[in-house]
């Protein structure tokens, strides 16, 4: 049955997702290139949320009656469509999104996903401590807020967000397999299957990207599928909140600097820059395959440590945390300032041809548009 439910989420999502491409230059869902941060060069549609949320709803009603929690995600996972598409076609302001989170996490809350606990881990006191309600509610919608943010923040380059959760997602599903979880296990696995689905017209060159509408909803679910869960206990705690949080420490850790990086800039939480990680791999020359593959790579080395880790395998998986950090820092250490200079300029040796690390943004997407045509699926060698 659950091989059905990624394959039914995959196909709708699939056939859904030109009839967006279609829709969004009627409603004015478009990505004009307005400004160097973006990094495509015509307008792009930005209309996949709906693709995405009809493949996944019409896949998680196969599962089962629905039941309280099932019935939170669902209209939660509506409203926050309705904002990210209000969003792609008005540009509406972000406190009115944020207000939008907050509502979609306190109906998520109303309808029993919470997190209402957390793990002793002092050697004196109850194993697990309850939280009062008035400190669920804030905990949980911090958590809702936090995991949407951090998705929408990946949505920078082709194909990027949508396969970090569909990379998440089948990691939850693994785990959820051997913990017996199973409607988390179904509902994650119509996720994965709208990733997948969507990937095939976002990937680079994307024909269309999720705005919005399908980033904070991919975010969303995330969050919210992994509370499902009944009794308040240490094990349920651990899989709502520590499994995704090591699964998906990449936008997270990503959101996290952006919010430093901000901060010490005196400069809006709000307003977007280039200081992203992905714009830093960018920025070296990798182009937009090669960074987005290396991001896949990273994540899926984090998806491995989040299995590793619920199967009591810690020393294993803070192995595989700490080479996926390492990575992080490498890529982070040759990024870019607020003026988009690079802090090395030196060239890097490869085998076929030179890589340059570039000294702006702009100067690495132009050497990159120089190269397309003669690029392989990685986005590699010149062909002969």
Same mark, same amino acid.
């Given at each position: 049955?659950?091989?059905? #439910?990624?394959?039914?989420?995959?196909?709708?999502?699939?056939?859904?997702?030109?009839?967006?491409?279609?829709?969004?230059?009627?409603?004015?869902?478009?990505?004009?290139?307005?400004?160097?941060?973006?990094?495509?060069?015509?307008?792009?549609?930005?209309?996949?949320?709906?693709?995405?949320?009809?493949?996944?709803?019409?896949?998680?009603?196969? =599962?089962?009656?629905?039941?309280?929690?099932?019935?939170?995600?669902?209209?939660?996972?509506?409203?926050?469509?309705?904002?990210?598409?209000?969003?792609?076609?008005?540009?509406?302001?972000?406190? @009115?999104?944020?207000?939008?989170?907050?509502?979609?996490?306190?109906?998520?809350?109303?309808?029993? =996903?919470?997190?209402?606990?957390?793990?002793?881990?002092?050697?004196?006191? %109850?194993?697990?401590?309850?939280? %009062?309600?008035? @400190? *669920?509610?804030?905990?949980?919608?911090?958590?809702?807020?936090?995991?949407?943010?951090?998705?929408?923040?990946?949505?920078?380059?082709?194909?990027?967000?949508?396969?970090?959760?569909?990379?998440?997602? =089948?990691?939850?599903?693994?785990?959820?397999?051997?913990?017996?979880?199973?409607?988390?296990?179904?509902?994650?696995?119509? @996720?994965?299957?709208?990733?997948?689905?969507?990937?095939?017209?976002?990937?680079? %060159?994307?024909?269309?990207?999720?705005?919005?509408?399908?980033?904070?909803?991919?975010?969303?679910?995330?969050? *919210?599928?992994?509370?499902?869960?009944?009794?308040?206990?240490?094990?349920?705690?651990?899989?709502?909140?520590?499994?995704?949080?090591?699964?998906?420490? #990449?936008?997270?850790?990503?959101?996290?600097?952006?919010?430093?990086?901000?901060?010490?800039?005196?400069?809006?939480?709000?307003?977007?820059?280039?200081?992203?990680?992905?714009?830093?791999?960018?920025?070296?020359?990798?182009?937009?395959?090669?960074?987005?593959?290396?991001?896949?790579?990273?994540?899926?080395?984090?998806?491995?440590?989040?299995?590793?880790?619920?199967?009591?395998?810690?020393?294993?998986?803070?192995?595989?945390?700490?080479?996926?950090? @390492?990575?992080?820092?490498?890529?982070?250490?040759?990024?870019?300032?607020?003026?988009?200079?690079?802090?090395?300029?030196?060239?890097?040796?490869?085998?076929?041809? %030179?890589?340059?690390?570039?000294?702006?943004?702009?100067?690495?997407?132009?050497?990159?548009?120089?190269?397309?045509?003669?690029?392989?699926?990685?986005?590699?060698?010149?062909?002969?």
């Amino acid at each position: 049955m659950y091989v059905k #439910v990624f394959l039914l989420s995959l196909a709708v999502t699939a056939a859904l997702t030109p009839v967006c491409i279609k829709l969004a230059p009627k409603v004015g869902a478009m990505d004009v290139p307005k400004d160097s941060r973006r990094v495509h060069k015509k307008p792009i549609p930005r209309f996949g949320g709906p693709a995405i949320f009809l493949g996944f709803i019409s896949s998680a009603l196969f =599962l089962r009656p629905i039941d309280e929690q099932m019935l939170g995600v669902y209209i939660a996972a509506a409203v926050m469509l309705a904002v990210g598409v209000a969003d792609d076609v008005f540009d509406i302001p972000a406190k @009115v999104k944020l207000l939008g989170q907050l509502a979609c996490g306190v109906i998520l809350w109303v309808d029993s =996903l919470q997190i209402r606990g957390m793990a002793n881990f002092l050697p004196i006191g %109850p194993g697990y401590i309850r939280f %009062p309600s008035g @400190v *669920s509610l804030v905990v949980t919608l911090i958590w809702i807020i936090a995991i949407t943010n951090c998705i929408n923040l990946m949505d920078g380059l082709d194909g990027l967000a949508s396969g970090i959760v569909l990379i998440a997602s =089948l990691s939850i599903a693994y785990i959820s397999v051997h913990t017996g979880r199973d409607m988390t296990l179904g509902m994650i696995l119509a @996720v994965a299957g709208a990733c997948l689905g969507f990937l095939i017209y976002n990937f680079n %060159p994307a024909k269309i990207f999720m705005g919005d509408s399908g980033s904070n909803l991919l975010g969303l679910l995330l969050a *919210s599928i992994s509370m499902i869960g009944d009794a308040p206990t240490k094990s349920v705690t651990l899989f709502s909140t520590v499994m995704p949080m090591i699964i998906i420490a #990449v936008p997270i850790f990503d959101t996290v600097f952006a919010v430093i990086r901000r901060t010490v800039h005196h400069r809006s939480f709000f307003e977007a820059d280039k200081g992203h990680l992905h714009h830093r791999i960018l920025a070296m020359g990798f182009g937009q395959r090669r960074t987005v593959l290396t991001l896949y790579c990273i994540c899926a080395i984090l998806g491995v440590a989040g299995i590793l880790w619920s199967m009591k395998l810690k020393f294993e998986a803070l192995l595989l945390i700490g080479v996926a950090g @390492v990575l992080i820092f490498i890529f982070l250490g040759i990024g870019i300032d607020e003026d988009d200079q690079i802090a090395r300029r030196e060239a890097a040796a490869r085998v076929n041809e %030179p890589m340059t690390i570039y000294a702006s943004m702009e100067e690495a997407l132009k050497a990159e548009a120089e190269r397309e045509g003669s690029m392989d699926f990685f986005g590699g060698d010149e062909k002969k």
